[in-house]
């Protein structure tokens, strides 16, 4: 191999014109090495198949591509989980769901459903942090039950995924408590644009955005056991709307949690009498 075949990776990084942080994670990837090795060897020189294939990614990368989607992971809850395109990339707002289910559930063994899994790494996480809990996970889309199996190996959780829409994989089986980080996005919100790479159908239901949280909110009472509860994440502008849902279904011990922007990300609520 030639000395022109090869290319320094300080210099490559540079070029690449992204945030070092990105450029580096991306170039790590694609070489199968640590971060933290590229940042000790800037001088380390690559070959022209490598450039090619880092080039690539950069290009992706500057078309607007989630860099999530790139590196096929993402972190959640102090763990990575592999994502594609067919799941919604995990978001930090999200954790606020895992905090409001591990408050509501019990202290000791129980059963949970989480509606719209995706990736799995909210039944994972719940699965992982309490493990006297069984989890049942449901999702639409058999693509997104694929990543979710991924997943649920890689972390060895006890998981049960069921291929279906809502409620109607479980029957008549009732849960302590019922999660979900339904689709919330209003048809004609701006934001649609920024999240043009991640699946149309985990992100808009209706019009309003408010379709399928209306309809869990509907629904849920008779999967749960007496006492249990709903914790649903909803869009930021949403609490109000969704805090009526429950109390016109009368719907007990309703509250909203807010972010660390105080921003209000989730609700729940325990059973009406059904």
């Known amino acids: 191999m030639q000395a022109e075949d090869l290319a320094c990776v300080g210099e490559l990084l540079t070029s690449s014109k992204l945030p070092a942080l990105e450029a580096r994670a991306l170039l790590a990837h694609q070489l199968g090495v640590a971060r933290e090795r590229l940042i000790a060897r800037p ?3 690559i070959t022209a198949a490598h450039v090619r294939a880092f080039s690539s990614l950069v290009e ?13 992971e993402k972190e959640f809850y102090g763990r990575m989980f592999g994502v594609s395109r067919a799941v919604l990339i995990p ?11 591990l408050t509501l559930g019990p202290l000791g063994p129980g059963s949970v459903l989480e509606l719209g899994t995706g990736s799995g790494c909210v039944a994972i996480s719940l ?5 006297r809990w069984r989890v049942i996970a449901t999702d639409v889309s058999n693509d997104a039950i694929e990543v979710a199996q991924i997943n649920v190996d890689r972390w060895q959780a006890d998981v049960e995924l069921r291929h279906g829409s809502w409620f109607c994989t479980v029957s008549d089986e009732r ?9 919330y996005v209003a048809a004609g919100d701006p934001c649609l644009a920024a999240l043009r790479f991640e699946p149309k159908l985990a992100l808009v239901v209706g019009e309003d955005g408010l ?4 309809a869990v909110v509907k629904t849920a009472p008779v999967h749960l056991v007496p006492g249990g509860h709903l914790a649903l994440e909803h869009g930021s502008t949403q609490g109000r709307a969704v805090r009526d849902f429950f109390y016109q279904a009368g719907w007990h011990d309703v509250q909203t949690l807010t972010d660390l922007a105080g921003l209000e990300r989730v609700t729940s609520a325990r ?3 059904v």
Request: aromatic residues 4%; proline residues 10%.
């Open 43 to 45: 001088e380390q020189r």
């Open 60 to 72: 992706r990368r500057q078309r607007g591509e989630p860099l999530a989607y790139l590196l096929g």
């Open 91 to 101: 978001r930090p707002e999200t954790e606020l769901l895992i905090e409001s289910a």
């Open 127 to 131: 699965a992982l942090e309490r493990d």
């Open 175 to 183: 849960f302590d408590l019922i999660v979900s980080n339904p689709p």
């Open 211 to 214: 379709a399928a949280l209306r």
């Open 271 to 273: 059973r009406p009498a």
